[in-house]
């Protein structure tokens, strides 16, 4: 390790994945090198910023910038760095199937940065044995190096206190391959749990899909209340209340972000789309949209209404919109609706407009992404229609 200039090179360094992972890195002496392409991010960081919400990344960026921390847009910081970290993760394409080739793609192109003896983490999700098959391609190509597969398991937004509170999975092939990775992760925490790659490849999409299917059996009971004139949360709190055995029971909101659908429909096509309990679990996540809407035209009419959404990210207290079903929901009611505003105050989306604008114009208004910023807003007191999925004002799903 002491032949290179960087101990850390993370492959996809200013995303919401490895920059809180560099900076992390970083404040623990390593040298870290963030690799990344996107301009506009290059410069946000460079002015120590951090370009998305990341609770207490900012302090310890301004910290480690041009200390322990760099940015490059050159792909032979590869080369110069004895761990690569990728965040890239496998995509699913337009008929739901995992995209390896994408893996594939990326490797090839940077096969003549990489060196012998060096250390390829995989970081983000990836289709199972997608681990095994890296190596075996790049030994093909005659490339010795270890490769790795240490899921990251963090909640969005809280990575800086998660990377070192939770136990880190090594999915590794062997002790030596272990042993590094152990050496690079126990800087950040000592609870480290050794798999094979496969292994560790499963634990992540069984423990991502595991909250899907619950978040989805909440939605399902939701749907089921509130076609029947009841209130869903008047049972959710009896159920939960003193209740030890349903203290994994979620509550009904729309289940968003970039792993939780693709996450399941990986697993579904490794289980060679057997996996009928993921798929009722995506009709019911992916179809709550369509019955909000169904049952606001069920009693309003509301092609005379205007509608506003308030939060168009995948969840509250983030500005990460990807896969978010508040825009799934505005599609669906753009043909239903008379408008449709919509609302963010984290979103970076040129289409939304503010939220007084919003309150003030709509008859009827949706809580999209539970902000915290909106409890204050007396919106359980006033007289519109609020659309609550949530219960974020603890009024009960429609009010």
């Known amino acids: 390790m002491s032949n290179y200039l960087y101990d850390v090179c993370i492959v996809g360094g200013l995303g919401h994945i490895g920059l809180p992972m560099g900076i992390s890195l970083a404040k623990e002496g390593k040298r870290v090198i963030l690799y990344d392409i996107n301009k506009e991010a290059a410069n946000i960081v460079s002015g120590g910023d951090v370009p998305f919400t990341e609770h207490g990344a900012k302090e310890v960026l301004q910290e480690v910038l041009f200390k322990n921390l760099f940015i490059s847009a050159d792909e032979n910081s590869i080369s110069q760095s004895f761990y690569i970290i990728v965040v890239i993760g496998t995509p699913v394409d337009e008929h739901l199937n995992p995209q390896f080739t994408i893996f594939k793609k990326f490797f090839l192109n940077i096969l003549k940065y ?12 990836v289709f199972p044995g997608t681990t095994d098959k890296v190596q075996d391609m790049l030994l093909r190509h005659g490339k010795s190096v270890r490769v790795t597969f240490c899921p990251e398991r963090i909640a969005e937004g809280k990575a800086m206190e998660e990377l070192r509170s939770l136990p880190q999975i090594i999915g590794a092939t062997d002790d030596i391959s272990f042993e590094e990775a152990k050496g690079l992760f126990s800087c950040l925490t000592s609870d480290l749990l050794r798999l094979t790659p496969l292994e560790a490849e499963l634990t992540k999409l069984f423990t991502n899909v595991w909250r899907y299917i619950q978040f989805a059996i909440s939605n399902q009971f939701y749907q089921i209340a509130v076609e029947h004139g009841i ?12 209740y030890p055995r349903t203290k994994g029971f979620p509550k009904a909101g729309f289940a968003a972000g970039p792993c939780l659908f693709k996450d399941t429909m990986q697993l579904a096509s490794f289980s060679n789309n057997s996996f009928f309990l993921g798929h009722s679990a995506m009709l019911i ?26 939060g168009m ?6 500005d990460d919109s990807r896969e978010s079903l508040s825009y799934k929901l ?8 008379k408008e ?8 970076k989306d040129s289409s939304l407009i503010n ?7 709509a008859d009827i208004l949706i809580i999209g992404a539970t902000h915290s910023i909106y409890k204050d807003l007396g919106l359980d007191t006033s007289d519109k229609v609020v659309i609550d999925v949530w219960n974020f004002f603890q009024k009960g799903g429609f009010f």
Not at 231 to 242: E, L
Not at 355 to 361: A, C, F, G, P, V
């Open 114 to 125: 990489l060196n012998d003896g060096q250390h390829i983490i995989l970081r983000s999700t």
């Open 330 to 337: 505005k599609k669906i009611l753009q043909i239903e609706a």
């Open 355 to 361: 939220l007084d604008e919003t309150i003030s114009r």
């Open 313 to 318: 990210a995948f969840k509250g207290d983030v």
């Open 231 to 242: 209130d869903f949360y008047k049972i959710y709190d009896a159920a939960t209340y003193n």
């Open 285 to 310: 996540n992916e179809g709550l949209p369509n019955f909000i809407v169904k049952r606001l035209k069920e009693r309003y009419p509301l092609s005379e209404r205007v509608v506003g959404i308030l």
């Open 340 to 347: 449709v505003l919509c609302t963010d105050p984290y979103v």
